[in-house]
């Protein structure tokens, strides 16, 4: 990784004792809690469970089969709803309690209760119905982050469909990829949203990507201006254009037509079975095809619902912001259900940190007097780069707990953000987890663990985390290995969505057995776990994650590109930034020679590419144009040379016409890679 996370072991922060007093979780609940996971986590997890509304209890806690543990269930026979715990458990005990706090980057706002939310959801429910949308469809979710999004995923919760939430920031070859992959029968989505003070087209992306989707018969498109449902009852958008044979539907002509009765009845909940699909999330892995992360109903909320009461401490009078867009898994589990299966108030925010003005997140903490706020590293980096004076010109008084997500915090940001953000008063959680966990694994308990800046300290209760050798045993206190957890949890992923077999090879192979995370740690002398960043080829850059392959196929797939070859270099603000090493064929290799302004013309060419395959979060930070790429003799690129060259900068000369690596590649005798 490249942030550098020095190991501070002695420096520890304890939580205030009126933070303690107060706690949400006292600290004989959670020693009983600690303890009876050890002993039987099946019992804890039955425990955690009950805190749900089920409409028939489960017969049976676990059942994992033969011993493989890729292959687990939880909470078998049990029916639930996942909308009817997130809204209407919590309206039939206070209705008029603020569910969603919304504010969109040019200044608006929103405001809905549990009941208001329900309404909306109940509708969507009906109007998702009404086209003929049924128990176990797929449905797309590409949406600005508005509170319609939000909509979106509980009216599909509650209607037993299975939604697949695309980013907004990717583009339109990346969503048709994962609507295709899906079969996704439906697609939710806006006209637009505001990033940065632009205007962001979403629907011109659907329309693209929807002439090769064949599988999508219907189209819902939010107007950005009616988001609150300002402007009801519009008039519907007609048919769509192009090539594509799916209806468009204007979202609130869609809701707002529907009768009462109507919605009454067909906005119900479908009560499932604990293992029904909820949503596939895709993410990037090792392979150049992003992975269809399958969760369930039943375990994965379990997880989120205790984990969400457990880290942040939520209580009735708090308002809790979690930064993160409904197309990264924090905002599935840690925006929506999560705090809302908690009955949390939670504020939502659409746009850029730092529009119009540098301060604005600092500004909507003291204006809306939020209480938590769920960030990452990369986004505390860029605001130490701005300068203290940011957050000590607002009022942040308000703030109680921070959290950070998504990369190795270095001790200095998180310094940082204590003294700047938290006023030294707030303990700070370093939740480490992935898509594949759906909840937070290993993290501070804030009212019970003393913090260490840089580690995320110790697993939650019932999740088994080891730090392991290369053959699988816990490595000792004091050194590193790889991050693994050793038996199941109810928040795991299920399968590969259309890939089972992938699942398994992917995690459950590397050392037999256990769940592999892919990542790296270490174990110090304290039993502290330091997480270090990931031991394969995925990158992190600004908390998003990244296959080096995708990024290599989306390369390759231009036609002027022979070969290429990505790898991750050290960045102060994004943690890492991506360099791509490229051979280009013949003809455009011949093109460029000694021709500066055709290679920069060339590299900018591949930016656009990437950035139109995948989408600007892809976009290599350097392309570096060569004439072959170093291989080892069994002709597999060198990476740990490339990564070398990337961040020493070894290869000097004119970057803008070729390198020649064949003499650096002659020169290693080594044939691994
Ligand atoms: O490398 C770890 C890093 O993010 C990866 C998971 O990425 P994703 O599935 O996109 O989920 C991100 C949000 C949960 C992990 O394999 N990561 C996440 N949180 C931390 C972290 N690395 C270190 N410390 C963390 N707190």
């Given at each position: 990784m490249s942030i550098t996370v020095t190991l501070q072991e002695k420096r520890v922060f304890a939580p205030s004792k009126d933070f303690v007093q107060h706690a949400a979780i006292d600290a004989k609940t959670f020693r009983a809690w600690q303890a009876q996971a050890k002993k039987n986590p099946q019992k804890y997890w039955e425990g955690a469970a009950q805190e749900l509304r089920w409409k028939k209890k489960w017969t049976k806690v676990q059942k994992t089969k033969k011993g493989s543990m890729s292959d687990t269930q939880w909470f078998l026979g049990g029916k639930l709803n996942v909308a009817d715990n997130c809204l209407d458990r919590h309206v039939e005990e206070?209705?008029?309690?603020?569910a969603i706090l919304w504010e969109g980057e040019p200044g608006e706002t929103v405001s809905w209760t549990y009941r208001e939310l329900l309404i909306q959801v109940q509708a969507m429910t009906a109007g998702l119905r009404k086209l003929g949308l049924a128990k176990g469809d797929r449905v797309a979710i590409y949406m600005p982050l508005v509170p319609e999004a939000a909509v979106a995923m509980l009216a599909c919760a509650r209607a037993g469909l299975t939604h697949t939430v695309i980013f907004g920031g990717f583009s339109s070859e990346a969503l048709k990829d994962r609507i295709n992959d899906a079969q996704a029968k439906a697609v939710l989505t806006a006209d637009g949203g505001y990033r940065k003070g632009a205007w962001l087209p979403l629907i011109t992306h659907v329309d693209t990507a929807l002439k090769v989707c064949p599988t999508v018969k219907d189209v819902v498109i939010l107007k950005r201006a009616d988001?609150?449902?300002?402007?009801?009852?519009k008039k519907a958008v007609g048919e769509v254009d192009g090539t594509s044979t799916a209806k468009r539907h204007d979202w609130y002509s869609l809701t707002g037509s529907l009768k009462a009765d109507e919605v009454k009845k067909l906005g119900q909940p479908e009560w499932v079975d604990s293992e029904h699909p909820l949503f596939i999330l895709y993410t990037s892995g090792t392979t150049g095809k992003p992975k269809g992360i399958v969760h369930s109903s039943g375990g994965y909320l379990v997880g989120a619902l205790r984990s969400s009461r457990m880290v942040f401490d939520l209580k009735p009078t708090d308002l809790y912001w979690c930064t993160a867009d409904v197309g990264w898994i924090t905002g599935h589990t840690y925006l929506v259900y999560g705090p809302l299966a908690a009955g949390a108030s939670i504020f939502m925010y659409e746009g850029?940190?730092?529009?119009?003005?540098?301060d604005r997140f600092w500004d909507m903490i003291e204006r809306h007097r939020i209480t938590i706020l769920y960030t990452a590293p990369t986004a505390i980096r860029a605001f130490m780069k701005l300068g203290t004076q940011h957050p000590k010109g607002r009022d942040l008084s308000s703030l109680r707990l921070l959290g950070s997500v998504g990369e190795p915090i270095n001790p200095e940001a998180w310094m940082w953000y204590r003294e700047n953000?938290?006023?030294?008063?707030c303990p700070i959680v370093d939740t480490f987890w992935q898509t594949e966990t759906g909840s937070i694994v290993i993290s501070p308990v804030p009212a019970q663990t003393r913090a260490k800046p840089g580690s995320a300290t110790f697993a939650l209760p019932g999740y088994d985390v080891a730090v392991v050798d290369k053959g699988g045993k816990p490595v000792k206190l004091g050194s590193g290995g790889f991050l693994v957890i050793r038996k199941p949890w109810p928040s795991m992923a299920r399968t590969i969505h259309g890939d089972p077999e992938r699942f398994k090879t992917q995690y459950f192979t590397e050392f037999p057995g256990l769940y592999f995370t892919g990542d790296g740690a270490r174990i110090d002398k304290d039993g502290y776990i330091w997480c270090m960043g990931r031991v394969d080829d995925v990158l992190n850059v600004s908390g998003h994650r990244l296959g080096t392959m995708e990024i290599e196929s989306a390369l390759v797939s231009h036609p002027t590109v022979a070969e290429a070859a990505v790898v991750g270099r050290p960045d102060d603000l994004k943690g890492q930034a991506v360099v791509a090493f490229v051979t280009l064929k013949a003809d455009a290799s011949a093109k460029i020679k000694n021709d500066p302004v055709a290679a920069s013309q060339a590299k900018s060419d591949l930016r656009v590419h990437v950035t139109k395959e995948i989408g600007a979060l892809a976009r290599p930070e350097e392309i570096r144009l060569t004439e072959s790429l170093p291989k080892t003799r069994?002709?597999?690129?060198?990476r740990r040379l490339l990564r070398e060259l990337a961040v020493s900068g070894q290869v000097k000369g004119d970057t803008t016409t070729l390198e020649d690596f064949s003499v650096i590649a002659s020169l290693q005798h080594s044939d691994e890679e």
């Amino acid at each position: 990784m490249s942030i550098t996370v020095t190991l501070q072991e002695k420096r520890v922060f304890a939580p205030s004792k009126d933070f303690v007093q107060h706690a949400a979780i006292d600290a004989k609940t959670f020693r009983a809690w600690q303890a009876q996971a050890k002993k039987n986590p099946q019992k804890y997890w039955e425990g955690a469970a009950q805190e749900l509304r089920w409409k028939k209890k489960w017969t049976k806690v676990q059942k994992t089969k033969k011993g493989s543990m890729s292959d687990t269930q939880w909470f078998l026979g049990g029916k639930l709803n996942v909308a009817d715990n997130c809204l209407d458990r919590h309206v039939e005990e206070n209705p008029n309690r603020l569910a969603i706090l919304w504010e969109g980057e040019p200044g608006e706002t929103v405001s809905w209760t549990y009941r208001e939310l329900l309404i909306q959801v109940q509708a969507m429910t009906a109007g998702l119905r009404k086209l003929g949308l049924a128990k176990g469809d797929r449905v797309a979710i590409y949406m600005p982050l508005v509170p319609e999004a939000a909509v979106a995923m509980l009216a599909c919760a509650r209607a037993g469909l299975t939604h697949t939430v695309i980013f907004g920031g990717f583009s339109s070859e990346a969503l048709k990829d994962r609507i295709n992959d899906a079969q996704a029968k439906a697609v939710l989505t806006a006209d637009g949203g505001y990033r940065k003070g632009a205007w962001l087209p979403l629907i011109t992306h659907v329309d693209t990507a929807l002439k090769v989707c064949p599988t999508v018969k219907d189209v819902v498109i939010l107007k950005r201006a009616d988001v609150g449902g300002a402007n009801r009852f519009k008039k519907a958008v007609g048919e769509v254009d192009g090539t594509s044979t799916a209806k468009r539907h204007d979202w609130y002509s869609l809701t707002g037509s529907l009768k009462a009765d109507e919605v009454k009845k067909l906005g119900q909940p479908e009560w499932v079975d604990s293992e029904h699909p909820l949503f596939i999330l895709y993410t990037s892995g090792t392979t150049g095809k992003p992975k269809g992360i399958v969760h369930s109903s039943g375990g994965y909320l379990v997880g989120a619902l205790r984990s969400s009461r457990m880290v942040f401490d939520l209580k009735p009078t708090d308002l809790y912001w979690c930064t993160a867009d409904v197309g990264w898994i924090t905002g599935h589990t840690y925006l929506v259900y999560g705090p809302l299966a908690a009955g949390a108030s939670i504020f939502m925010y659409e746009g850029a940190p730092t529009t119009p003005t540098l301060d604005r997140f600092w500004d909507m903490i003291e204006r809306h007097r939020i209480t938590i706020l769920y960030t990452a590293p990369t986004a505390i980096r860029a605001f130490m780069k701005l300068g203290t004076q940011h957050p000590k010109g607002r009022d942040l008084s308000s703030l109680r707990l921070l959290g950070s997500v998504g990369e190795p915090i270095n001790p200095e940001a998180w310094m940082w953000y204590r003294e700047n953000v938290g006023g030294n008063r707030c303990p700070i959680v370093d939740t480490f987890w992935q898509t594949e966990t759906g909840s937070i694994v290993i993290s501070p308990v804030p009212a019970q663990t003393r913090a260490k800046p840089g580690s995320a300290t110790f697993a939650l209760p019932g999740y088994d985390v080891a730090v392991v050798d290369k053959g699988g045993k816990p490595v000792k206190l004091g050194s590193g290995g790889f991050l693994v957890i050793r038996k199941p949890w109810p928040s795991m992923a299920r399968t590969i969505h259309g890939d089972p077999e992938r699942f398994k090879t992917q995690y459950f192979t590397e050392f037999p057995g256990l769940y592999f995370t892919g990542d790296g740690a270490r174990i110090d002398k304290d039993g502290y776990i330091w997480c270090m960043g990931r031991v394969d080829d995925v990158l992190n850059v600004s908390g998003h994650r990244l296959g080096t392959m995708e990024i290599e196929s989306a390369l390759v797939s231009h036609p002027t590109v022979a070969e290429a070859a990505v790898v991750g270099r050290p960045d102060d603000l994004k943690g890492q930034a991506v360099v791509a090493f490229v051979t280009l064929k013949a003809d455009a290799s011949a093109k460029i020679k000694n021709d500066p302004v055709a290679a920069s013309q060339a590299k900018s060419d591949l930016r656009v590419h990437v950035t139109k395959e995948i989408g600007a979060l892809a976009r290599p930070e350097e392309i570096r144009l060569t004439e072959s790429l170093p291989k080892t003799r069994s002709g597999k690129i060198m990476r740990r040379l490339l990564r070398e060259l990337a961040v020493s900068g070894q290869v000097k000369g004119d970057t803008t016409t070729l390198e020649d690596f064949s003499v650096i590649a002659s020169l290693q005798h080594s044939d691994e890679e």
